[in-house]
């Protein structure tokens, strides 16, 4: 009786396995035949952490994605005609770049901003001593996403400037990533939710608040502060303590950014679309997007890259930009790890009289 209902169980897991095998192959999310083969072959020698690891991580998203990617449009179309700038306004780009603005337009759905300043910082300390002087000047709204937000240091002199802006009565929203958060304590957000900020974390890993298990692995890696719809921060520093001393084998060179001007409209969009999908709420306030002065003559075009987007944007863009390049091509990044295909497309590149250039980052003491 037993062997039997061994047996009997044996087969029908093989049969489970053969239909998650089957929809692997006809409909895996980017339709990489390698990446569907491999989840076959872990599901099949590795039958029960093999099933479940792609219960967790591996499947097809292909509805979610197309929801999250017309309701971004949606919200871009709506908010597109709230920039306080004409989009005549850009005709001054370079002919060269029509094609690559066309496409970043179409996957974004974002124009190119003009009329902007922008600075670089490759030091968390630079950020936010810069970020934290712009807050503390916030009349209206302050606007912040991040993938990590830390409870250490750097995330406690956050947290002080505001909680002091809220109290001042300027509106502050606030989204953290559930995984890359995940070693902050819920403690640290409770309190700031107290003081009056509107907190949302992105995609909880926990089943009794969201449905999300199935999709763990699709997170939300943005940086982004929106002040008074004016100036705007993004790149790769995260609100922790190793952005800004490093760790004890060393410290890593990241970039981040300053925008100044209608491009900071760019960022909000995105940010109101994060926010549409925690808490199903469309911010909708005028001084969300203000009039905006002209601070430069530095065109910008934002974009943005889901998580459960249909199309990989800002890879797209990549490509675009590496095949129209004509001189020089180059890169900086803390991780350089391409895909066959993005050096496929340097060496191309390269063997048609690009120079391209990488060069390891400079040792910060």
Request: proline share 5%.
């Amino acid at each position: 009786m037993g062997s039997t209902l061994i047996t009997i169980g044996i087969i029908i897991y093989c049969i489970f396995l053969l239909r998650v095998a089957y929809k692997i192959i006809i409909s895996y999310d980017d339709c990489n035949p390698v990446k569907a083969s491999s989840w076959i072959f872990v599901i099949v020698f590795i039958p029960v952490i093999g099933l479940l690891a792609h219960i967790i991580v591996g499947r097809n998203l292909n509805k979610k994605k197309s929801q999250y990617e017309q309701m971004r449009n949606e919200v871009n179309t709506a908010t597109i005609p709230k920039f306080g700038y004409k989009e005549n306004e850009c005709s001054v780009y370079p002919t060269t770049y029509h094609q690559l603005k066309k496409l970043l337009s179409y996957l974004s759905h974002l124009p190119v901003f003009p009329r902007n300043s922008i600075e670089f910082y490759s030091t968390g300390q630079d950020t936010f001593n810069h970020l934290f002087a712009d807050m503390e000047n916030a009349k209206d709204h302050i606007h912040i996403l991040y993938y990590t937000f830390g409870g250490d240091e750097t995330g406690q002199r956050f947290r002080d400037v505001i909680v002091r802006k809220r109290r001042e009565g300027v509106k502050v929203r606030l989204i953290y990533d559930a995984v890359g958060s995940n070693q902050t304590k819920n403690k640290f957000f409770k309190e700031l939710i107290k003081e009056g900020i509107e907190v949302e974390v992105f995609s909880p890993i926990f089943l009794a608040k969201a449905k999300v298990l199935p999709r763990i692995n699709y997170r939300n890696h943005r940086k982004i502060v929106v002040i008074d719809g004016k100036v705007g921060y993004t790149g790769g520093i995260n609100v922790k303590n190793e952005y800004v001393y490093g760790v004890k084998w060393g410290i890593w060179r990241d970039l981040h950014m300053r925008i100044t001007g209608p491009a900071a409209q760019g960022l909000q969009s995105i940010f109101i679309v994060d926010w549409y999908f925690c808490r199903k709420e469309y911010l909708q306030s005028p001084t969300l997007f203000p009039p905006v002065d002209n601070y430069g003559k530095t065109l910008i075009q934002v974009v943005s890259a889901e998580p459960l987007g249909i199309y990989r944007n800002i890879m797209s863009g990549m490509f675009k930009a590496i095949a129209q390049a004509k001189q020089r091509i180059l890169i900086q990044t803390p991780y350089f790890v391409p895909s066959s295909s993005l050096m496929a497309a340097l060496q191309t590149a390269a063997m048609g009289g690009n120079k391209n250039h990488i060069y390891p980052a400079p040792e910060i003491r």
